[in-house]
């Protein structure tokens, strides 16, 4: 099993930016697909991006692309997701996700990963 833990939230104007961050437990990360999810009040949880097990393939929602980008840090057992010209429609919880299958693909849909961050709270005022 990994364990997820998501950093690097918080209260943010419109067109700001930041990082959030994902540390990984186990020895086993560098072989799992990662995504990063949200969710809004009221809202279902949905798909933001991906990277595969070897970081050479990231895939992005459209209403994130030129906007977000997903990179991870084998050295650190990290994944990142920096968000730039944030606005306030992205408000919502964040959480990143693992594929606890080797060698996988990235995936798209919530079922589709196996373990779970707690989530980190991303604010964006107007």
């Known amino acids: 099993q990994v364990q997820l833990v998501e950093s690097g939230g918080g209260l943010v104007q419109a067109e700001g930016s930041l990082r959030l961050s994902c540390a990984a437990s186990?020895?086993?990360?560098?072989?799992?697909?990662m995504g990063w999810f949200r969710q809004a009040p009221g809202k279902l949880r949905e798909f933001v991006a991906a990277?595969?097990?070897?970081?050479?393939?990231?895939f992005y929602t459209d209403s994130v692309k030129d906007q977000f980008a997903i990179s991870r840090d084998y050295t650190k057992n990290t994944v990142y997701l920096q968000m730039n010209n944030l606005k306030p429609e992205d408000t919502a919880v964040y959480y990143c996700?693992?594929?606890?299958?080797?060698?996988?693909?990235?995936?798209?849909?919530?079922?589709?990963?196996?373990?779970w961050g707690q989530g980190t709270q991303v604010t964006v005022s107007s």
């Open positions: 186990g020895r086993s990360f560098r072989l799992y697909a």
């Open positions: 990277i595969t097990w070897s970081g050479g393939t990231t």
């Open positions: 996700a693992a594929v606890l299958k080797p060698y996988s693909d990235y995936e798209l849909r919530p079922y589709d990963y196996d373990s």
